[in-house]
């Protein structure tokens, strides 16, 4: 639906909304909306929950996860305590920061697979990437050389686009980020690139919102559109994914639907 003046829309049906709604996550929503991604029932955006990976999680939802949700923690990795967000990996609780590998100290998502080794009579994280690096008999990591520096990789490395990086070379090319080897990316013209950069400059923008389209949209001469922010200009209902079909376009301008007339 375009958004009209002085309307305000819905962060999650991005349909308008009336005298009533919620704010979070700096955002306003239906109350219906604001949801649970696990359960789908809708949040008190007054009490806690999680967000994670864009994803919300209630706080009854992450207690069937995790049963020690709302308990004192103590981070496994630094030993102070955790007042926000943790993540839980080899039977523990850490801060999201303190999970990485014990060779490269590069962070890891516990969903990511890596390994368990002792270290001063503590389990601690290794990447799989360090794994294989020690762990292949007769492997010889110098005679890898980094697709980003263009120097010898002596320890760990990420291979993507079919080379191999140091974790700190792999970064995206427009806007020089560092990106995570697990992360979600695009390239041009062989290079990599981030999703945020891919968003902001790569990719198709509609004309009504200026926001990136993903996925199919309305196209017609040189402006492309999400279907949701055009109208039919006799029903002014929004049009959906799959209606490509039942489009016509009049006067050079009007969106309708091909059974509605005027």
């Known amino acids: 639906m375009a958004e009209k003046k002085g309307e305000t829309l819905c962060a ?22 604001f949801c649970c991604d696990t359960c789908k029932m809708p949040i008190d955006s007054r009490k806690s929950f999680f967000f994670d990976k864009g994803l919300r999680t209630c706080v009854d939802c992450a207690k069937k996860e995790d049963p020690t ?17 943790w993540v839980i990996g080899l ?3 850490w801060h999201s920061n303190c999970f990485k590998c014990t060779e490269c100290s590069r962070v890891i998502d516990p969903k990511e697979k890596f390994f368990k080794v002792e270290v001063d009579g503590k389990n ?6 360090c794994k294989v690096t020690k762990g292949v008999a007769g492997l010889d990591v110098k005679e890898k050389v980094c697709a980003g520096c263009e120097k ?6 990420v291979v993507a686009l079919n080379k191999h990086w140091h974790h700190d070379c792999f970064k995206c090319s427009h806007c020089s980020r560092k990106i995570d080897s ?33 996925g199919t949209s309305l196209v017609y001469k040189e402006s492309c559109f999400h279907h949701a922010c ?16 039942n489009i016509r376009v009049v006067n050079g301008k009007d969106f309708k639907h091909a059974d509605c007339k005027k």
Not at 12 to 30: E, N, P, R, S, T
Not at 124 to 129: A, M, N
């Open 124 to 129: 601690v994280p290794k990447c799989s990437d």
């Open 152 to 157: 010898d990789i002596d320890s760990a490395w």
């Open 91 to 93: 039977g523990s609780t």
């Open 230 to 245: 055009v109208n039919c200009y006799v029903c002014d209902k929004a049009f959906e994914v799959g209606d490509h079909d």
């Open 182 to 214: 697990k992360e979600k990316f695009l390239t041009n013209l062989g290079n990599p690139i981030c999703m945020g950069c891919n968003n902001d400059h790569f990719r198709s923008k509609c004309t009504v919102c200026g926001k990136p389209i993903a």
């Open 12 to 33: 999650g049906c991005h349909k308008a909304i009336g005298m009533k709604w919620v704010v979070a996550l700096d955002q306003k929503w239906h109350r219906y909306c």
């Open 69 to 85: 949700v709302g308990e004192a923690k103590t981070c496994q990795g630094c030993g102070e305590a955790i007042d926000k967000a």
